[in-house]
């Protein structure tokens, strides 16, 4: 809920645990770290160049590998939780 939502810490910690050979550390710099929600009447009107010239939303200057192997372990428990709990309907469809 308060991950940021490109290219900043959540995604590039989750990157460097699963690839971090596709990582430019050298090019890390902040985003806008504004809120999503404060930035998405931006965002929808004028796209990304609205909020952001470099296209980093949030700050990846503060992720690690370490950081993204616990993002990515609650991203697939999440999954896996939601997954478990499905149950297919009268029709055999996923509810």
Not at 39 to 49: D, E, I, N, T
Not at 50 to 70: I, N
Not at 73 to 85: H, K, L, S
């Amino acid at each position: 809920a308060d991950a940021d939502a490109h290219a900043g810490h959540t995604e590039t910690s989750v990157l460097l645990h699963i690839s971090p050979g596709d990582v430019w550390c050298d090019q890390f710099a902040p985003g806008n770290t504004a809120p999503l929600v404060e930035l998405m009447p931006q965002l929808r009107r004028g796209g990304m160049a609205a909020v952001s010239a470099a296209g980093v939303l949030g700050d990846p200057t503060t992720a690690t590998a370490s950081w993204g192997e616990r993002i990515f372990a609650e991203m697939v428990e999440g999954c896996t939780d939601r997954i478990q709990r499905w149950q297919p309907d009268r029709n055999g469809m996923l509810t």
